[in-house]
């Protein structure tokens, strides 16, 4: 079992529509990354968490620190948010420099 | 301000073979981090150096290694080259780690 889960795995949306993904890890954590991915490679940070909810333009994202569950949604969405979105955790202590560890990734596919 | 530069974009070598991938952080920061994605796997950590120190440590045979420059550059190798080897490997540079990170757009080592 993954220490970071995502769902869903697959997403498809019509433009405009409100979305949704979640993410659940199974021990503490000092922050939660909101990732994506286009097509090609490149990782976009969206957002780092450690508490509470963070906003930008149409995209937020929240955190339950004691239910260990961060969601993420897109409002108005639109075709060029079509995209795969990873959760990424980094732990406490020495041994977390620089190590994140993933969730499996959401691909989201957003049609006009 | 400059971002996160990897190169070579795109390789491809023979089995057996060696490699070394480099990774220009930005400006300022002195943690990179290394990770490997595949389609099986997912995205991997393989190492973080920061200010020429490796501090932690993924799971990957020795044949994985990196190191750091005095200006922050980073290079991983790669020796004795396997099919498996073939990802997308993915850097990623930060102030320390309560900040969060900036990805590169990644090399694309294909073995052949």
């Known amino acids: 079992k993954n220490e970071v889960e995502q769902s869903p795995q697959n997403l498809t949306a019509q433009e405009g529509e409100f979305i949704t993904i979640n993410c659940s890890y199974s021990v503490g954590i000092s922050a939660l990354h909101w990732l994506q991915q286009h097509p090609g490679g490149g990782i976009v940070s969206l957002f780092m968490?450690?508490?509470g909810k963070k906003k930008h333009g149409r995209l937020i994202a929240t955190i339950n620190i004691q239910e260990k569950h961060s969601s993420l949604h897109i409002t108005a969405s639109h075709p060029r948010d079509s995209a795969v979105y990873i959760c990424?955790?980094?732990?406490?202590?020495?041994?977390?420099?620089?190590?994140?560890?993933f969730g499996q990734g959401t691909i989201l596919t957003v049609h006009p | 301000k400059a971002g996160v530069t990897q190169t070579p974009r795109y390789l491809i070598k023979t089995r057996g073979q060696q490699v070394t991938l480099s990774c220009s952080p930005i400006?300022?920061?002195?943690?990179v981090s290394w990770y490997q994605q595949t389609p099986g796997q997912g995205l991997q950590f393989l190492f973080e150096?920061?200010?020429?120190?490796?501090?932690n440590k993924g799971n990957f045979p020795g044949r994985f290694s990196g190191r750091q420059f005095s200006n922050s550059r980073s290079e991983m190798n790669v020796s004795t080259l396997e099919l498996g080897d073939s990802a997308l490997y993915l850097c990623a540079s930060s102030l320390d780690i309560h900040y969060g990170y900036t990805f590169g757009s990644g090399t694309r080592l294909t073995v052949v």
């Open positions: 400006s300022g920061h002195r943690s």
């Open positions: 150096y920061f200010s020429e120190t490796q501090r």
């Open positions: 968490l450690s508490s």
């Open positions: 990424a955790v980094t732990y406490a202590g020495g041994t977390s420099y620089g190590k994140l560890t």
